[in-house]
């Protein structure tokens, strides 16, 4: 699989990565064992790729021709304001891919919380982009799933809406070597928010395929080994 890099310049190393697309808040954020230089350090690396290649092959879809990939990638979401940053998207011959890396960081608030004293414009958007995925506003049954996940996925069907792709693809990606004892409770809570997401979506806590407006829309999570 041939991927090109790049936001403004081509990005072939970590180093680059850093330098033209850095994630919000970098000096917290960008720091070995964290996710963002973990995914840096992944997709500049052609045996880590060589993973991603043969998951995607496995999951049907066709990785022939060059994938062009942007970190941090920003999508817009209804209404005004901040749209959707992808750690990474990823565009091939006919599907979208949106990439979503941790270790141990949160699927941040609930969509509850991301409500209470939101501006007009932002429960406009929160309740356009539930109605959109859910199939309805925001109520008790799912005001406890997760904005960044609802945020995440919809963000990966719009890019492949506006690219005219069939298949999108939202991908976790957890990035396991610097996950120790102490971060059990962490990770076990983020692999129940994002069982409880898929299985208000009606899917297996794994993920699965739903369709949006005639896009095969898959949703699924893989943990990755960077030193395998």
Known sequence: M?????????????EQWH??????DS????????SAMSLAQFMTNSKQIRKLEDLLKEWGYDTSGTIKCTPEANTNLPGTGGGRNHDLLMVGKDFVVGIEAKVTETFGNPISMELFGATENKSLRINTLAKDL?????????????YQLLTGIMGTFYEAKSKSKPKALFLVIVFTDAITSKDYKVVQNNNKDFEEFC?????????GEIERDGIK????????????
Not at 217 to 227: C, F, G
Request: with cysteine.
């Open 199 to 207: 299985k208000y979506l009606g899917l297996t806590s794994d993920g």
């Open 27 to 34: 000096d917290k954020h960008w720091k070995e064992g964290r």
């Open 134 to 146: 859910l199939g309805c506003g925001v109520n008790e049954k799912n005001e406890h799933l997760r």
């Open 217 to 228: 829309l898959d949703i699924k999570k893989i943990e990755i080994s960077l030193a395998d």
């Open 19 to 24: 330098q033209f697309a850095p994630p919000k």
């Open 2 to 14: 041939k991927v090109e890099i790049s936001k403004r310049n081509i990005i072939t190393n970590v």
